[in-house]
């Protein structure tokens, strides 16, 4: 055989190996979305986000919460840009906001559940399941960047629902140079990266679509994860959650 076939099967075979299918599944009780409005040019938000960090060692991640930190766009403008952040971030809280009736957005903001959440401060466990049986949310991929998802929730009826799902990375860092948090060294974890949400289709009470999240070559060091929730439509208030880490190489494990 030509040696060129061997290297071309070899690395075929390398890439089949790298794009073993990988499901993630809630249970049908609700799973927690723990969200964190955050910002590297906030100095009241390292706090937050190293209380966040912690749930990295909790027993009940995945299976009984799911964190994502946005990271807001609206302290740029003191002089330090967080690279992470997105004015699509800022937007999703604006639309909290509106949807409580509230005048204002600050930094740090906890989300639990779709409610502004201040209870967070000096609890040392983790939130964990409701007592509401939602629905059994899946998700699966042969790749890691194309993923197939079905809900079927726990009571029929008419109601529509949509997909979210976050690429995001742990174990960032970054050197802020300027604004309030100048001169330190900042970590940050479950740093969303992308955000997508689109509609389901039903079909005999179940819930089906497909979604692209790809992490691209430009991806940041660190572990990366998908984070997924379905929604009803038109509603930021989750329904169930599911993720799971996605390791793309040895670096990241």
């Known amino acids: 055989m030509n040696p060129v076939r061997y290297i071309i099967l070899g690395v075929l075979a390398s890439l089949a190996t790298d794009a073993a299918p990988i499901q993630f599944q809630s249970p049908e009780r609700q799973v927690a979305l723990v ?6 040019g906030c100095s009241s938000c390292p706090p937050a986000e190293s209380w966040l960090s912690g749930l990295k060692e909790k027993p009940g991640l995945w299976s009984e919460f799911v964190p994502v930190a946005f990271h807001v766009d609206y302290w740029n403008y003191l002089g330090w840009r967080d690279k992470w952040s997105s004015k699509q971030y800022s937007d999703r809280q604006h639309d909290y906001a509106g949807l409580w009736g509230s005048e204002n957005i600050y ?5 639990l559940n779709g409610q502004e959440w201040r209870s967070w401060f000096g609890l040392r466990g983790a939130p964990g399941l ?10 699966a991929s042969e790749d890691t960047n194309h993923w197939q998802v079905t809900f079927i929730p ?3 009826g008419t109601a529509a629902f949509e997909v979210n799902a976050a690429l995001w990375g742990s174990g960032l860092g970054s050197d802020v140079k300027s604004g309030e948090n100048a001169g330190r060294h900042l970590q940050h974890d479950f740093a969303v990266l992308k955000l997508i949400h689109q509609p389901l289709t039903g079909k005999d009470d179940e819930f089906q679509g497909i979604f692209t999240m790809a992490a691209g070559r430009n991806s940041p060091e660190g572990r990366l994860a998908l984070a997924v929730w379905a ?7 989750p329904v169930q959650a599911v993720g799971g880490w996605l390791v793309t190489s040895e670096k990241t494990k």
């Open 35 to 40: 969200e964190l409005y955050t910002s590297e």
């Open 107 to 111: 930094t740090p903001e906890f989300v």
């Open 130 to 139: 409701s007592g509401t049986k939602a629905g059994i949310l899946k998700v």
């Open 154 to 156: 726990t009571k029929a």
């Open 231 to 237: 929604t009803r439509n038109g509603s930021l208030q």
